[in-house]
């Protein structure tokens, strides 16, 4: 299939507050949205699934001729739990044909339909949960009953019936009758007929669907998320409550939940494809006629529909326990007669399969398929629940909705609270969320009873997500505000597995089950110059990724990661060029609540030529992931290529596809958890994350010598006394010590001037005979810059004054204080360094344009600065210290700023490094002697 271009949305700063929101890219078809759902797999035999309610209801109360109500397997009849609730219906009644009071209707529109009085309620006093603005839409819709039915004489249509199926079932309206919605409730099947035009020519059968209403709190709770460092809400783990007992949800509690021996989870998503014939609808439509949904199972695209085993991506399941046929567990009526979509006969495999034990042993259905030819065609892993969720950008006026047809239970929340309830086992029945009108927009807020939806006080999102700035001034959902989605779904009834989702939702969140996306990537560098390169995913590397990716390290095979980097030439000229990185260690995932999943690596950058860059990964790198392209599908994707072209220009492209190659070579592919792997690169350049590079994060001191026996320094000392003398007896603030800086030069670290080595640190922190400074230094005497400093060194390059250094290459402040042995103050240094300030030190009054952008000038041939401060031997008055030991308490502070830094590559781009707010804060103990000059 030909790739079309990547969709990837970025998330706005609104949405950080709530655990779940990933800030990341995400990677699907530009035809295409992505969902992410939790998949729990049961073992059939748990007591609130494979009940068949209603034809327990028919066999065993109806009173009919036909009913057998001694006929149904032992382990139904003898299963006191099954049989307790057969017996009370007022409690665990469901609603459909059989046990109409139950339940209500569903109307043609995705709502229930009213009664004739107006009230939406069952015969038996059950109401919906939901707000009632919701319910209000029932009660002002005019629509007719949704029919659900089996259908004959159908046609292909590309759509509907692309298999071109004889036989067909589904909703009437949608395949047999434009007039359906006008039927009334006891209408007998010889009655209806299919108009022309509709795919079926022939009418079946068919039956009212009904829902069973007011089984689930109207209220979603949220917890916070434990990995969140601002305490944001978890919406992947969203607690949905019973409201009541009711349709065989007595372990309700456990369908949403993990819970040990009792389900198994898997995390994947759902995708929802481009409606070619109305392109703002994305779905997905599984359903009788073309399989069903079974997310769990490998099955044929042949048409047969053959069982292949389950998916190997998702071992966490029970496997298939089940057969894709109506078969209830008793002497059914109609057994012979039933057939399946491909027009086959059931019977013989119905009986196998009771003969095995029924729908409730979970061997059965196995055992069964394999003595038939239809089998493999049925085998099915049912008895799922599925909670899916999704963050969605609003957008006003533009009518956009959320629709989900299901067979057995199905509930939609928005912003935590619930807008479409359609409980119990159930013949496919649809509900719709329709965003315009839960904002207010279409009816205004007092159409909604005076809050939009979500923003009612004590609505459970009201406050977490700020409903005080996602509003506009009228009370309605602001144009472009983030809201929540979470549907839940259960398959607990064989039969077909019918689940169809229809969204016009244009902007969803990325997926964090999705495939792996880089969003964030943070290089460091220690004291010694080993990089740490930290990237946050959207999603977890499933094992087989990581033990490949170790396994590589070894021999070096795999670029795993590619940096794309802008270079200058000696003119300033621009250009890009593509780096792999081969990881040499990667940590576990460490899960960082709604920012994602960070990993952390060590590596080598490597260039397409093969050269090794020595200074690694550099600050406004761009990193994304590399692939496997062994069929060329990315390669001969002319408008992706275009897209590149024309950014980064075609050398970059080629540069970026002879990597894939590599990858190829191989031979693995980088996965999620859920089984997704990367197919691609992002949309466009600046989709690829950009490195932030924070170089040390610990501000390390340097200490020049601890010499006691220091040079004479009365002349000095001298000097100082008088000016304290016109300062009113005391040195200003900034007078007690010189103040060096010195811009670091290409050469310093062996041509990484981001690692110094103790001799280059020594080099920058000395002061020269006469107190001269080397070249690229200035020294500050009293506050201003000056040629030379009143430190010195001597014959034997012992200096006058006690020097501590810094790594500097931003604004800071100084402060040092001195004290004696006994703890009486001695004197003190302080000084703040604007940005400015910093700038003239290091590269003078001008700035190199090119190595980081016209924002972030470089300042020297690096950016990167030395600072040393100089305390003189002297007290607050200039005079001499005495012989003796001395306390020196320093703080240094280095303030947030962005700056460039370029290192020794000749084609290293610079750098830009972020200083975060440091305070740093050492206690030195030196002594002091002085000694003659001779």
Request: aromatic share 12%.
């Amino acid at each position: 299939m030909k790739l079309d271009r990547f969709k990837r949305i970025s998330l706005t700063a609104m949405m950080f507050g709530l655990a779940g929101v990933v800030s990341s890219f995400a990677v699907v078809e530009d035809n295409q949205r992505e969902l992410d759902i939790v998949v729990r797999d049961f073992d059939v035999g748990h007591p609130d699934f494979e009940n068949f309610q209603e034809e327990a209801y028919y066999s065993i109360f109806s009173g009919k001729d036909d009913a057998k109500p001694s006929s149904w397997l032992a382990t139904y009849s003898t299963d006191p739990t099954w049989t307790g609730r057969r017996s009370n219906y007022g409690k665990y009644g469901c609603g459909n044909t059989q046990t109409p009071d139950y339940g209500l209707p569903v109307g043609t529109e995705g709502y229930p339909k009213a009664n004739a009085d107006g009230s939406v309620m069952t015969k038996s006093g059950a109401v919906s949960t939901v707000p009632d603005y919701i319910t209000a839409i029932s009660r002002v819709t005019n629509q007719g009953y949704a029919w659900y039915g089996e259908f004959k004489d159908c046609s292909y249509d590309a759509k509907l019936n692309p298999l071109s199926l004889k036989t067909m079932r589904g909703l009437v309206s949608e395949l047999c009758s434009d007039a359906s919605s006008t039927w009334a409730a006891n209408m007998a099947d010889s009655k209806k007929e299919c108009t022309a035009g509709k795919v079926c020519k022939g009418h079946s059968w068919s039956q009212i669907v009904y829902v069973t209403p007011g089984l689930v709190e109207r209220n979603l709770q949220f917890v916070k998320d434990p990995n969140d460092p601002n305490g944001g809400l978890d919406m992947y783990s969203p607690i949905i409550s019973a409201k009541r007992e009711g349709c065989d949800n007595q372990y309700f509690s456990q369908w949403y939940a993990d819970v040990d021996n009792v389900n198994l989870r898997t995390n994947t998503t759902l995708i929802l494809d481009q409606d070619p014939s109305d392109p703002k609808y994305f779905e997905i439509d599984k359903n009788w006629n073309n399989g069903g949904y079974f997310p769990l199972d490998s099955i044929s695209d042949d048409g047969e529909f053959t069982w292949l085993g389950p998916k190997p991506q998702y071992p966490n399941q029970y496997g298939a326990q089940s057969l894709s046929i109506f078969c209830p567990p008793y002497e059914y009526r109609y057994a012979k007669d039933q057939t399946d979509f491909k027009g086959s006969n059931t019977a013989e495999l119905c009986n196998a399969w009771k003969r095995n034990g029924g729908p409730k042993v979970g061997a059965a259905a196995y055992q069964a398929a394999a003595t038939s030819e239809i089998g493999l065609r049925h085998l099915r892993n049912y008895g799922f629940t599925m909670m899916g969720y999704a963050a969605f950008k609003y957008k006003k006026g533009a009518g956009e909705v959320f629709e989900f047809t299901g067979d057995d239970d199905m509930w939609i929340y928005v912003d935590g609270v619930l807008v479409v309830d359609l409980g119990g086992t159930h013949l496919a029945a649809a509900g719709k969320a329709d965003m315009d009108y839960l904002s207010g927009q279409k009816f205004g807020v007092a159409g909604l009873g005076g809050f939009a939806h979500g923003c009612w006080p004590g609505d459970p999102l009201e406050q977490a997500d700020s409903c005080s700035i996602k509003l506009d001034a009228d009370g309605t959902w602001k144009d472009g505000s983030w809201h929540h989605i979470h549907f839940f779904y259960a398959d607990r009834q064989t039969d077909g597995s019918n689940l169809r989702i229809r969204s016009s939702l244009s902007e969803l969140a990325p997926s964090r089950y999705g495939q792996p996306s880089v969003s964030k990537s943070v290089v460091t560098t220690d004291s010694t110059g080993k990089q740490t390169v930290s990237v946050t995913l959207n999603t977890t590397l499933d094992e087989s990724s990581l033990i490949n990716i170790r396994n590589a390290a070894a021999t070096g095979t795999a670029p795993v990661l590619l940096v794309m980097r802008t270079v200058y030439d000696s003119t300033g000229a621009s250009s890009t060029k593509v780096y792999g990185y081969y990881i040499t260690s990667i940590s576990d995932g460490i899960n960082l609540g709604p920012s994602g999943i960070q990993y952390d690596m060590e590596g080598i950058l490597v260039d397409a030529d093969g050269n090794v860059m020595t200074s690694g990964i550099s600050g406004n790198d761009k990193i994304a992931f590399n692939f496997r392209d062994p069929e060329n599908e990315i390669a001969n994707d002319e408008e992706l290529k275009a897209a590149y072209v024309s950014t980064v220009g075609l050398d970059a492209w080629n540069q970026m596809i002879s990597w894939t190659k590599k990858m190829d070579a191989a031979g693995f592919d980088i996965k999620s958890s859920s089984g997704k792997k990367v197919i691609g690169f992002p949309d466009t350049p600046s989709d690829w994350s950009v490195t932030q590079f924070v170089g040390n994060p610990n501000v390390e001191t340097f200490v020049l010598d601890k010499n006691i026996d220091r040079p004479e320094f009365d002349k000095q000392a001298a000097v100082l006394t008088e000016v304290a003398k016109n300062n009113s007896g005391e040195l200003p603030a900034d007078f007690t010590a010189d103040l060096i800086i010195t811009s670091i030069p290409t050469s310093a670290g062996n041509g990484n001037p981001l690692v110094l080595s103790n001799e280059d640190k020594s080099s920058f922190s000395k002061a020269g005979a006469n107190g001269t400074v080397g070249a690229g230094s200035v020294a500050y005497v009293g506050g201003k810059a000056s040629a030379s400093s009143m430190c010195f060194s001597d014959e034997s390059g012992v200096e006058s004054c006690t020097s501590i250094s810094y790594p500097v290459s931003g604004p800071f402040r100084l402060n040092v204080r001195v004290f004696d042995h006994m703890g009486h103050f001695v004197s003190q240094y302080q000084k703040r360094m604007s940005a400015d300030e910093i700038h003239k030190a290091l590269g003078g009054e001008t700035a190199k344009l090119g190595a980081c952008g016209e924002e972030y000038p470089l300042y020297g041939s690096t950016g990167l600065g030395w600072m040393t401060i100089k305390m003189y031997p002297v007290s607050q008055s200039g005079r001499m210290i005495a012989t003796g030991p001395y306390i020196y308490q320093v703080t240094f502070i280095q303030e947030d700023y962005k700056y460039c830094v370029k290192g020794g590559d000749a084609d290293e781009a610079g750098q830009i490094k972020t200083n975060t707010y440091k305070r740093t804060s050492d206690t030195y103990r030196f002594g002091y002697r002085r000694h003659k000059n001779k």
